[in-house]
């Protein structure tokens, strides 16, 4: 839906290199100590307005195997759905730098909360500051995401994205584990 003639708000334009499809090369959840190997793909795309629409979306999840041999668009027939993900990430205008940015997401799990973070360079971080779930959603409950997006130093078509999270089972003291580990290269610009 990005409408491509439509300029990028000038308040976005330093995360402009976000913009774009993007296909995972690898991709790695970690849940209750297991590792599993998954398709990401991950759109962002913009109407003009001052905030990016985002949508994550997650298929073919399957148990990571000790040869590499991960799932690959390449050796996908059928995509089976996973994980949905879709927000927005907006920049404070009233931040004379530009560098505050909040993403408001919702996920297909019941989840939906607010990340709040800063730009650095060509990658930033958002950590949560609020997180709501629906009422049926099992436990452990999620307590704190923190996402980690950084464009490669060398090849600006590859895409970094971490996803840390500490859940209702873990300590209060307790560092977040690594959830999510994604390379995306760039597939298109619109």
Same mark, same amino acid.
């Given at each position: 839906?990005?409408?491509?003639?439509?300029?990028?708000?000038?308040? $976005?334009?330093?995360?402009?290199?976000? $913009?774009?499809?993007?296909?995972?090369?690898?991709?790695?959840?970690?849940?209750?100590?297991?590792?599993?190997?998954?398709?990401?793909?991950? %759109?962002?795309?913009?109407?003009?307005?001052?905030?990016?629409?985002?949508?994550?979306?997650?298929?073919?999840?399957?148990?990571?195997?000790?040869?590499?041999?991960?799932?690959?668009?390449?050796?996908?027939?059928?995509?089976?759905?996973?994980?949905?993900?879709?927000?927005?990430?907006?920049?404070?205008?009233?931040?004379?730098?530009?560098?505050?940015?909040?993403?408001?997401?919702?996920?297909?799990?019941?989840?939906?909360?607010?990340?709040?973070?800063?730009?650095?360079? %060509?990658?930033? $971080?958002?950590?949560?500051?609020?997180?709501?779930?629906?009422?049926?959603? %099992?436990?452990?409950?999620? =307590?704190? $995401? =923190?996402?980690?997006?950084?464009?490669?130093?060398?090849?600006?078509?590859?895409?970094?994205?971490?996803?840390?999270?500490?859940?209702?089972?873990?300590?209060?003291?307790?560092?977040?584990?690594?959830?999510?580990?994604?390379?995306?290269?760039?597939?298109?610009?619109?």
């Amino acid at each position: 839906m990005s409408l491509s003639k439509v300029p990028v708000h000038k308040c $976005l334009e330093k995360l402009q290199w976000l $913009l774009g499809v993007w296909r995972s090369e690898s991709a790695t959840i970690q849940l209750e100590g297991k590792a599993f190997s998954y398709l990401s793909e991950f %759109k962002c795309e913009h109407v003009g307005q001052p905030n990016f629409i985002l949508h994550i979306n997650g298929f073919n999840v399957q148990p990571s195997s000790d040869d590499n041999t991960g799932v690959s668009w390449s050796n996908s027939t059928e995509l089976k759905p996973f994980h949905r993900e879709m927000g927005f990430l907006r920049v404070n205008p009233k931040d004379d730098a530009l560098m505050n940015i909040s993403y408001l997401n919702v996920q297909n799990v019941g989840l939906a909360d607010v990340e709040e973070g800063n730009i650095n360079g %060509k990658s930033f $971080l958002v950590e949560t500051k609020s997180i709501g779930r629906s009422c049926f959603n %099992k436990d452990p409950s999620v =307590r704190l $995401l =923190r996402r980690v997006y950084r464009l490669d130093e060398q090849d600006e078509n590859i895409l970094h994205v971490k996803v840390f999270m500490s859940t209702s089972k873990m300590q209060e003291n307790e560092q977040p584990f690594e959830h999510l580990t994604i390379r995306y290269r760039n597939v298109s610009n619109e």
